[in-house]
């Protein structure tokens, strides 16, 4: 993608905020990373939100990771009728099957005791198979308690990886539990498909970082912003943020310029050796490590899959993740 530098603006205009109605509560665009932006992806969201916020329904969002998902699910908590609420945000990730099943349906478990919060549940198909059966018999079950077939109790809010239409044996639990929740879905599009976001969402997330560390206003150069549109983004807004951050560190207030950014993002559309030269081991580097985080995201997290589409052993990716890991930030 070729971007000409001067249309790429200097200064962001705040964008407007997203009022909700239906209770007069507001929730704005600055608060939400996830609502910034100009991309019909990001009226979506808004559109999403309004709607959702009216009900308590359970609901999807459907996208890949490091697209703020939380941040969208707690920002539909904040728009309805019981923001005063808790929200209990649950890593699927981060505890065991048996933990999952007694932190959710256990005795005293969220389910029971959570009342008319928010539940987000961060990967609907990493839960385990038996989480996956017992959340699909609980909507049902709660869908039919319901007045009219409206569903009764505390919002359940998921997000997936998995497509609404990926049908395949390892993960057709999760397809049912897909298409259960479909007509209240939504599937957020990756930054690398929506560049004309990446103008105001870096502003705003050089802007917050700046702040944090009491380093005054941090102006991103027209070649710096231009840098940024054309990066494929695997791992989105969180990337994103990372590289701003590591950059943000590294200058005084004012200004952040291209030679500020890492090699994988000043030199992914490298054309030309620039007169300064490269440091060829680091860029080699960047790229096969986004080779790796490509491939991974297709297969799913699987180093098998993975390792398949890279034509590498197994053994030789995971050596390569250890050795990424050790010098960076991990790769998933």
């Known amino acids: 993608m070729t971007t000409e530098t001067n ?39 808004k559109e999403f939100i309004a709607v959702q916020a009216a009900h308590s ?49 256990g005795p005293r478990g969220v389910m029971e005791t959570l009342g008319l919060g928010t ?18 018999a609980y909507l049902e079950e709660q869908r039919w308690r319901g007045p009219a077939g409206r569903f009764a109790g505390q919002r359940l809010v998921f997000a997936t990886e998995v497509s609404v239409g990926d049908r395949t044996a390892e993960n057709r639990i999760a397809y049912g539990l897909v298409e259960l929740l479909r007509p209240n879905s939504f599937t957020v599009k990756p930054l690398r498909e929506r560049s004309e976001d990446i103008p105001y969402l870096a502003a705003h997330l050089a802007t917050l970082d700046a702040k944090r560390k009491k380093k005054g206003a941090c102006e991103i150069s027209p070649e710096a912003m231009r840098l940024l549109m054309e990066y494929n983004w ?22 952040l310029d291209e030679t500020l950014l890492p090699p994988r993002v000043r030199h992914a559309m490298l054309k030309s050796i620039p007169p300064e ?47 990424f890991a050790e010098h960076c930030e991990p790769s998933v």
């Open 234 to 255: 695997e791992r989105n807004i969180d990337e994103l943020e990372a590289v701003l951050e590591g950059a943000i560190e590294a200058v005084a207030p004012q200004r």
């Open 119 to 136: 539940i987000y549940i961060n990967e609907l198909s990493g839960l385990p198979v038996m989480l996956q059966q017992r959340f699909a």
């Open 7 to 45: 249309i790429v603006p200097s200064t962001i205009e705040p964008r407007p905020s997203l009022s909700i109605v239906g209770k007069r509560r507001e929730v704005t665009a600055e608060n939400y990373e996830c609502l910034i932006g100009v991309s019909p992806t990001v009226q979506g969201i």
């Open 57 to 105: 329904q359970p609901t999807l969002i459907i996208g890949e990771r490091g697209l703020r998902q939380e941040r969208i699910a707690r920002a539909l908590h904040d728009a309805g009728a019981n923001a005063a609420r808790p929200f209990f945000a649950v890593n699927a990730h981060g505890l065991s099957g048996d933990a999952l099943h007694s932190l959710l349906f």
């Open 277 to 323: 030269g490269i440091y060829l081991p680091e860029i080699v580097d960047d790229f096969e490590r986004s080779l790796i985080d490509t491939a991974l995201r297709q297969a799913g997290g699987s180093q098998t899959k993975a390792s398949r589409l890279l034509g590498l052993r197994v053994q030789t990716l995971n050596m390569k993740l250890k050795r």
